[in-house]
């Protein structure tokens, strides 16, 4: 059983080919291969599957076994895989997750995948839909309590749940005492992300983010689309804008047919392989494949 390691940004993930559907024990495997000790080590498994709504399909499991609902720097290392595998020559690649299809538009030198655009749809903002708990509005600066602290927090669904908080000095955030508060608090039924933002101009803003069911990362692709959602509607940030995170900086353009666009790179990190007759791959292989 062969994986790939990639990162976006320091977002790492371990990808596998599993187009004839072999593996098992999905919430397991990821686990265990994400454990940074016992295992490769990642944020999350990214699945490449077979599909019948776009080119190809992906799944990623985040390290504590749940399934996420949208990953943006996991598809961008998703476009660089499929086009340096050979698995398509094709620059324009549409992907299904989670039951949506994602457009990928990739940036190719010397067959090399330089930088991957990501179309990532349209913000929800509906508190319904992202979802908040309470009466149905727009979720904008409202207080709630969290670890004993107090919290300005606007709420956006870029596919999955976010929480976006300014502040100003990320550095100075308790991520590790904050966010797990945040994202296990009662007002979000399924969780959520949590962003810290610091404003550097109305182009740039850096952050910090704590990743439901992974906990802090070094990127969040989505995170960083729900940022500038809320800095526009906020009026901090223009349409267009640099968001710098620990692991680097992603471009992120709210067009006007209100779809975000996001561009960074991705990174290959090494190949390794789970041998077929192994204790470990014999528990997440159908049959023995």
Request: include cysteine.
């Amino acid at each position: 059983m062969n994986f790939v390691k990639m990162h976006g940004l320091g977002n790492d993930f371990v990808v596998i080919e599993d187009f004839s559907l072999s593996l098992k024990n999905i919430d397991r495997l990821a686990r265990e291969l994400c454990e940074r000790n016992f295992g490769v080590g990642a944020d999350g498994l990214v699945l490449l599957h077979p599909s019948e709504k776009a080119q190809f399909r992906m799944r990623i499991i985040n390290a504590d076994g749940s399934e996420a609902e949208m990953c943006g720097n996991a598809l961008r290392c998703v476009g660089k895989y499929l086009y340096e595998k050979g698995l398509t020559r094709e620059t324009a690649i549409s992907v299904e997750m989670f039951n949506t299809v994602k457009t990928l538009r990739l940036e190719v030198s010397g067959n090399k995948v330089a930088s991957v655009e990501v179309d990532m749809g349209e913000p929800i903002l509906e508190s319904d839909l992202v979802p908040v708990v309470g009466a149905r509005r727009r979720v904008v600066n409202e207080e709630i309590l969290a670890a004993g602290e107090s919290f300005l927090i606007t709420a956006v669904s870029i596919g999955n749940p976010h929480c976006v908080i300014f502040c100003d000095d990320t550095s100075a955030v308790p991520l590790d005492v904050w966010g797990p508060a945040l994202e296990a608090h009662e007002m979000f039924p399924k969780k959520t992300n949590v962003e810290f933002v610091e404003v550097v101009s109305p182009e740039k803003a850096r952050f910090r983010v704590w990743e439901r069911g992974v906990g802090q990362t070094l990127a969040c692709g989505s995170g960083a689309c729900a940022v500038l959602v809320v800095g526009v509607i906020t009026g901090r940030l223009s349409r267009k804008a640099i968001l710098c995170l620990p692991g680097g900086e992603l471009t992120i353009h709210w067009r006007e047919n209100n779809r975000l666009y996001m561009s960074g790179p991705a990174t290959e990190v090494f190949t390794g392989e789970l041998a077929v007759d192994s204790e470990f791959a014999q528990k997440y292989l159908q049959r023995g494949e």
